[in-house]
């Protein structure tokens, strides 16, 4: 079991804007932790979220938000300097399946260039342990439970190749330069905050303006969905863990309890008030049929993981929503 003390100064997390950065953000300083970030407001993500993120739950934490490009190594290595980190949570990249394959360059230079700069600034500024955002991604297209120990790929999409290239990158920088480093594989995070491309907040406001719900694999395939609190807190634990104690070089985040596409959305249903349009899809070619993580190896690590039920997850992801993008009563749709 982890200790409750941090024999650290400084934790920086990278891409502090982002919806798993500023919830993370905001939980270590709640707890008293010296922590600060940076991100870069990539101009193709949503910048009103990103700026609703810093003001609603950051900026009221005290937290230090620096704009910053992580590929500036020397920056990056100043800013670590300067503020004695001793751990760096890297959460800065692109994220997303569909899109790596219409801009594959970008995500060349965001998720590979990026990291390498992470890690080697990391590395001039005597950084003690890094984690870094992984995804259930790199264990391609299989069924039952992915465990940390399973062979990973073939990669299905060039979003997945970049995660596998940096789990390989992490590993080499631990064996030549003596780097710690932790591999978080991330299982469909969603919640309040979340991001506008993922499935569970492009469904809640498809529902709430009375839009066709498109699912793909005919809302088959099943998803390990984990609410944000949850992966948080694991996060958080793990930052909280002695930097003297060895950790695995890999790890993964997700509840261990898979739900269908089709079922996501029929609760979601129940917390909009409205019956979703269903428009059925074939599966791409770069998505995957299941999802589950198997959290034994975290469990021993950080001890049980927050286990926050789907019903009681989608009910603050879509109360977020009314609150965030206010939707007219009666929206196009053949109920109104």
């Known amino acids: 079991m982890l200790q409750d003390h941090l024999e650290m100064t400084t934790v920086f997390i990278t891409g502090a804007a982002g919806f798993i950065g500023a919830h993370l953000g905001r939980e270590l300083s ?31 934490a005290g937290f230090e938000l620096l704009r910053l490009d992580v590929n500036d190594t020397d920056t990056l290595e100043e800013a670590l300097r300067a503020r004695d980190v001793s751990m760096v949570v890297h959460l800065a990249a692109l994220p997303g399946v569909r899109a ?44 039952g439970q992915f465990a940390e120990s399973d062979r990973i790929g073939p990669p ?28 978080l594989r991330f299982f469909t995070v969603y ?17 709430r303006k009375g839009q066709a719900v498109k699912l793909f694999g005919h809302g088959q395939p099943q998803r390990d969905f984990t609410y944000i609190d949850d992966a948080v807190n694991a996060v958080a634990r793990l ?14 985040i997700g509840l261990s309890q898979p739900v269908s596409v089709l079922d996501f959305v029929r609760v979601l249903e ?25 959290d034994r190896l975290l469990s021993r690590v950080i001890g049980p993981m927050n286990r926050t039920p789907l019903q009681e997850g989608l009910h603050a992801l879509v109360r977020w929503l009314q609150a965030y993008d206010p939707v007219d009563a009666c929206q196009p749709a053949s109920t109104c």
């Open 30 to 60: 709640r707890k008293g932790l010296a922590v600060a970030g940076c991100d870069h407001f990539n101009p193709s993500t949503d910048k009103a979220l990103q700026a609703a993120r810093v003001e609603t739950l950051l900026r009221p």
């Open 100 to 143: 790596s394959s219409q801009r594959p360059l970008a995500y060349a230079q965001s998720n590979l260039l990026g990291f390498s700069s992470v890690l080697e600034a990391s590395r001039r500024a005597g950084v003690q342990r890094l984690l870094y955002a992984s995804s259930s991604s790199v264990y391609g297209n299989r069924g």
């Open 156 to 183: 299905t999409s060039f979003y997945a190749a970049t995660k596998m290239a940096n789990e390989a990158m992490a590993l080499a920088y631990k064996a030549q330069m003596g780097l710690s480093c932790v591999g």
């Open 191 to 207: 919640g309040p905050w979340g991001r506008p491309d993922m499935a569970p907040y492009l469904f809640a406001q498809a529902l």
């Open 239 to 252: 930052v909280q863990s002695p930097l003297a104690l060895s950790l695995p070089e890999v790890l993964n």
């Open 270 to 294: 129940s917390e909009v008030g409205r019956q979703a349009q269903l428009e059925m899809l074939p599966l791409p070619p770069d998505d995957v049929g299941y999802t589950c993580a198997d």
